[in-house]
DNA sequence: GAGCACTGC
């Protein structure tokens, strides 16, 4: 099957680009449909309709000159205009359901504007159906096949992107996969040569563009859930802008769930034809009343746990999602609602009843977030009906949709990241959330039949003091990977670079400044070979790095392993009743060393008992987790193999734990940390912030000098994941950044002093044995003095 | 003696 359908590809194709689709040479069909300003007529021969109807729906048609009669008679025809396959009863149901969609009515009017513009934004409230339907839409006025392209559709989630991808198969009426598939990572679920619709995350688009800035395999790209402001969606659309201007055949269409687009039809005004044209979609979800308190509430976790209840005893029957910031918070919440329901519920069974309460965060395990899922309880007879109370974080507000919701409690508050470019460190921090935040909360309220909001905060507030959008997320963020991506992207200047959201100068120096001391870029700037190869690995520069130069060390199995169970979240279980054992269990595969050993020596431990199905359970591991690493170490490895980094090990585990921890230094040593005092102490050197070992950390004793993959600030700072260094490697691995002319006076400049004196008979002078000879940058030969980085550039 | 909002390559 497959060779007769891309003989008749060849066919078409031979034709070239503007040509009829279905091998038919007279056009003048096409141009009559849909050359007209009011509804076509389509002067179609009895003849003509039968062809299209039985043999070949896409007869006359011609790319991006597609009117929607014409796209509406070859849904309605016999075969599909992809397979050529007979229509199955499955595809009629389906479609009549889809005729039904506030958006199919608008096919008309979209297809017009598609035609006469390159980029479109294009606003609807979910549940219109533009996800799914929009992008046939396209594939009808594009016929990507008939050219060899694709239409993309980026998610900012795998799951939609799987899901959307089933679903629009099915709707097409063809084998998921094959002429509709999806692209996320460790999957590609596409036939190359086949697939002409694409679903994927922006993730892999944006990885897709590195080795092809100009999108060449697509025809149109079409962005969905600009609204979120994710991160990968907001340097997609730098770069596709970019794209779009090199490119004028190449149409983008930015899709959004909020009225707030202004900013990004002014953002794509290029060629000065003004700004990008608006396309809206009605939305289709059931209204949603919303009250709010009449004085601001101090503590809102105790107010939301009283809303809760009162809905319960004096509202009608419906489930209700509440929503709050974090596990801790969650488990609390969960068991309180459950005590004081259950009693009201003894006290009264007739007018309330009973409830089942549900926690939902995304390191709860697969099989637990079911739950949510669940029916609510049943009731006796003649007393009343039961009722599920969802508490979850925002990973219900985006990620996971729970029908059957009918009251949301919101208290206006969710964790956000941000970032400090002064001392590095990204952490969380409960911050309220915006309006559109806020309407998309109120929203799970209406998705069956029409619901209440509560907000726990007043309107005045709602109003006056919550920000329109969340603040994008490329102003929260260490931008390290980002701009190194941009390079590679084929980006120069990242000072003028047109971002939708521009970041904070310092950002942008931080992140060049630490990309120039890994040897990632040059002084003037430009990217590396070495860079260039960091670009292609998955990971952080610093872990990149690492990996990289690891052979040179001769443990680059071992770092490998150790890279990817550190790109993967925390492996440790501690169920909150078997505290004791778990730790006892972390102590016995503890590495004392260093946090990077330990990680190694799990993972060792788990594959070597790989047998025993209960391993990780038994050791308290999380064994998702480990599964993730597995999947993470082999696709690093393939990456590898591309390069022909060789995988090396040492027999002798004394010695390799010494060469472990030389390599981290090799990507780690802007975060080390000096012993001061005698209060478990430390001092980070450059940035000078007081910081202790986390408690979860393993090391024995408290070592003088520390690496450390992790700054979080908690209750207080702490340095996560750490292992034992020695000084001397510092000094040699990485002597430009630690030239200690240029360091403030210190403890731990003096303490280095003294290792550099003892090493190299003076206290200044820095020379190395340049062992990390991958780059020209971490030693300096011949004693050369090191030459001053004119990166980054200074901001005032 | 803490804690991990969420997502992505």
């Known amino acids: 099957m497959p060779s007769s359908k891309s003989k008749r590809k060849q066919q078409r194709n031979k034709k070239g680009g503007g040509k009829p689709a279905a091998g038919h040479s007279g056009d003048t069909k096409a141009k009559n449909v849909s050359g007209s300003k009011t509804e076509p007529k389509m002067s179609l021969s009895a003849k003509e309709l039968d062809i299209i109807h039985k043999q070949q729906p896409l007869y006359g048609m011609v790319s991006r000159n597609v009117s929607g009669p014409r796209v509406r008679l070859s849904l309605e025809s016999e075969v599909n205009p992809f397979t050529k396959q007979p229509h199955t009863a499955q595809y009629k149901q389906i479609l009549e359901g889809r005729k ?26 979910t549940g219109a159906g533009k996800t799914t339907q929009i992008p046939q839409f396209v594939v009808f006025a594009d016929l990507p096949h008939t050219r060899g392209k694709m239409v993309a559709c980026t998610q900012p989630r795998r799951v939609s992107a799987m899901t959307l991808a089933k679903r629009v198969a099915d709707e097409m009426d063809v084998q998921l996969g094959r002429q509709v598939g999806y692209s996320i990572r460790f999957e590609d679920m596409t036939e190359p040569g086949t697939t002409f619709l694409k679903y994927m995350t922006d993730g892999m688009l944006l990885r897709e563009a590195m080795n092809d800035p100009d999108f060449t395999s697509y025809s149109t790209i079409i962005l969905d859930e600009a609204h979120e402001h994710t991160l990968a969606t907001g340097i997609l659309m730098g770069v596709l802008k970019a ?28 060629r000065s034809s003004g700004q990008a044209p608006l396309f809206k979609v009605p939305g289709r979800t059931h209204p949603v009343e919303v009250f709010y308190t009449q004085e601001p509430e101090p503590d809102y976790v105790e107010v939301a746990i009283r809303t809760v209840l009162m809905i319960h005893r004096a509202e009608g029957e419906g489930d209700i999602l509440l929503f709050l910031t974090g596990e801790e918070e969650i488990e609390d919440a969960c068991r309180k609602i459950k005590l004081e329901a259950d009693e009201l519920h003894n006290q009264d069974p007739d007018t309330v009843g ?36 969802v508490v979850s974080t925002n990973i219900a ?3 996971l949709t729970i029908d059957g919701i009918v009251y949301v409690v919101d208290p206006g508050f969710s964790k956000q990241k941000v970032y400090n470019p002064r001392i590095r460190v990204e952490s969380l921090l ?45 102003l929260r963020s260490n931008l390290a990977n980002t701009v190194l991506e941009l390079l590679k992207l084929g980006v120069k200047d990242l000072v003028t670079f047109d971002f939708v959201d521009a970041p904070a100068p310092e950002t ?10 890994l040897a990632a870029l040059d002084d003037d700037g430009n990217l590396t070979p070495l860079g260039a190869m960091m670009a292609d690995f998955p990971l952080d520069p610093q872990l990149a790095k690492m990996l990289i130069v690891s052979p040179e060390f001769r443990c680059s199995n071992e770092i490998l392993t150790i890279t990817a169970m550190m790109s993967v979240p925390n492996i440790w279980l501690q169920p909150a009743n078997q505290r004791r054992e778990a730790d006892a269990a972390k102590a016995r595969l503890t590495v004392p060393d260093g946090d990077q050993l330990t990680l190694l020596n799990v993972y060792n431990e788990y594959r070597q008992n790989s047998g025993d199905k209960n391993w990780a359970w038994n050791n308290y591991i999380n064994q998702r987790a480990m599964a993730q690493a597995e999947n993470v170490r082999s696709q690093l490895e393939r990456v590898m193999e591309q390069f022909e980094i060789e995988l090396v090990s040492i027999a002798d585990t004394k010695k390799l734990y010494v060469a472990v921890r030389q390599a981290l230094v090799n990507g780690f040593f802007m975060q080390v940390a000096h012993r001061k005092g005698q209060q478990g102490n430390y001092i980070t050197v450059k940035d000078n912030q007081v910081v202790a070992l986390h408690p979860s950390c393993g090391l024995e004793g408290q070592p003088e000098w520390v690496l450390f993959n992790e700054f979080v600030l908690t209750t207080r700072p702490y340095i996560r994941t750490v292992s034992e260094i020695k000084p001397e490697w510092l000094l ?8 200690l002319r240029s360091f403030p006076e210190s403890e731990y400049k003096t303490a280095l002093q003294r290792v550099s004196a003892k090493r190299y008979g003076t206290a200044t002078t820095t020379t190395s044995s340049k062992r990390s000879g991958s780059n020209g940058k971490s030693g300096t030969p011949d004693g050369r003095e090191p030459k001053k980085p004119k990166f980054p550039p200074q901001t005032k």
């Open 100 to 125: 039904t969609l506030p958006i199919f009515a608008q096919m008309d009017e979209f297809l017009k504007l598609f035609q006469q513009n390159q980029i479109i934004v294009l606003v609807g409230e």
């Open 243 to 270: 794209a779009a201007k090199r490119r004028p055949d190449l149409k983008i269409i930015i899709m959004s769930a909020t009225l707030d687009v202004v900013k990004f039809q002014k953002y794509f005004n290029i």
């Open 354 to 389: 009973p409830i089942s309460c549900i926690p939902l965060y995304s390191s709860l395990p697969p099989a637990q977030q079911q739950r949510i899922f669940d029916a609510p309880p049943q009731s006796k007879i003649g007393s009343a009906p039961g009722r599920k109370v």
């Open 397 to 399: 507000e985006t990620s």
């Open 430 to 474: 409960v911050s309220p959330i915006s309006k559109a935040s806020a309407q998309q909360r109120a929203g799970r309220a209406g998705r069956t039949r029409p619901g209440k909001c509560f907000r726990l905060y007043t309107e005045k507030d709602f109003m006056k003091e919550l920000d329109e959008q969340t603040y994008p997320e490329i």
């Open 508 to 517: 942008l120096m931080r992140a060049l400044e630490l990309l120039n001391y």
């Open 732 to 739: 040699e691995y990485a002597a430009s950044y630690y030239d």
